[in-house]
């Protein structure tokens, strides 16, 4: 069982950045972020695989935002530009042991942080 920890949410204005780590407690293969806003269904962000040769991001997200890993951590990035008020949310980090391409879909990945709350000000 592999237990996964976000950090490094926060309180920004508008234009800002924040950068989201993705601490695991094993070896996983693909990794991603996924985000949920007050009385919206959870959506995909960005997902990689082990490798980082596959990655993968929302189309609200890109150019914005960069997924990256580091593998001798344990450890994914979730580095957020430009941050809008729209981005407010819960992240989650999701990880799988078994599944070794970047998919954008939740059904895939087994293993869940327990999310960290980023609040972009207008």
């Known amino acids: 069982q592999v237990q996964l920890v976000e950090s490094g949410g926060g309180l920004v204005q508008a234009g800002g950045s924040l950068r989201l780590s993705c601490a695991a407690s094993?070896?996983?293969?693909?990794s991603c972020w996924f985000r949920q806003a007050p009385g919206k269904e959870r959506e995909f962000v960005a997902a990689?695989?082990?490798?980082?040769?596959?990655?993968q991001y929302a189309d609200s997200v890109k150019g914005r935002f960069t997924i990256s890993r580091d593998n001798a951590k344990n450890t994914v990035y979730l580095q957020m530009n430009s941050l809008k008020p729209e981005d407010t949310a819960v992240y989650y980090c999701?990880?799988?042991?078994?599944?070794?391409?970047?998919?954008?879909?939740?059904?895939?990945?087994?293993?869940w942080g327990q999310g960290t709350q980023v609040t972009v000000s207008s």
């Open positions: 999701a990880a799988s042991s078994t599944t070794t391409l970047a998919s954008t879909q939740a059904a895939r990945y087994e293993y």
């Open positions: 094993g070896r996983t293969f693909s």
């Open positions: 990689i695989n082990w490798s980082g040769g596959s990655i």
